[in-house]
């Protein structure tokens, strides 16, 4: 993805909810993120996981998220889709949500189910929109706060 801008500001800190079950989420997971060379990096990252993302818009209030580790040999493809002011749903792109002449086109029919290479900006794109327009599965909930911001210090205690 080329031409990507910090849509997010130059330093952002996210707030991820994940697995959700009951209606409640079962995983909290926090990272920093700085604006560097084009792309956000992730502060104090464990090199073996996604440590990089940049985006760019897709339809409505829907992104394109491109996130890949520091070796930049395996990328991972999300739709955020804005639901409040700093506040995303996060899913994965998933090809199952392509017609079958178009997943059989770009994931070839030989890949195994959840593989995909997908080899041009078009195809990617191909991919997102199917996704955008299927029901979310495997959801997150991304809440951008800026770097720094301690949340308890402004929660008031529970009595």
């Keep these: 993805m080329s031409n990507a801008q910090p849509v997010l500001g130059r330093q952002f800190a996210a707030h991820v909810y994940r697995r959700f079950d009951g209606g409640k989420a079962d995983e909290l997971k926090t990272a920093a993120f700085r604006w560097k060379d084009g792309v956000y990096v992730k502060d104090g990252a464990d090199e073996s996981t996604l440590t990089r993302f ?3 818009p897709l339809q409505g209030d829907d992104t ?6 520091s070796t930049g040999k395996m990328y991972s493809y999300w739709i955020g889709r804005k639901v409040m002011q700093g506040a995303y749903l996060v899913f994965p792109v998933d090809e199952t949500n392509a017609a079958d002449a178009t997943r059989n086109e770009v994931c070839m029919i030989a890949q195994p189910q959840g593989f995909c290479i997908v080899k041009t ?6 991919m997102a929109l199917a996704t ?3 029901p979310v599965k495997n959801g997150e909930i991304a809440v951008i706060v800026e770097d720094g911001f301690d949340f308890a210090a402004t929660t008031p205690a529970v009595k």
Excluded at 64 to 69: A, K, M, P, T
Excluded at 121 to 126: I, P
Aim: glycine content about 6%; overall charge negative.
């Design 54 to 56: 940049v985006s760019e």
């Design 64 to 69: 394109l998220i491109q996130g890949w580790n």
């Design 121 to 126: 900006h078009e195809q990617l794109m191909a």
């Design 132 to 134: 955008a327009r299927a």
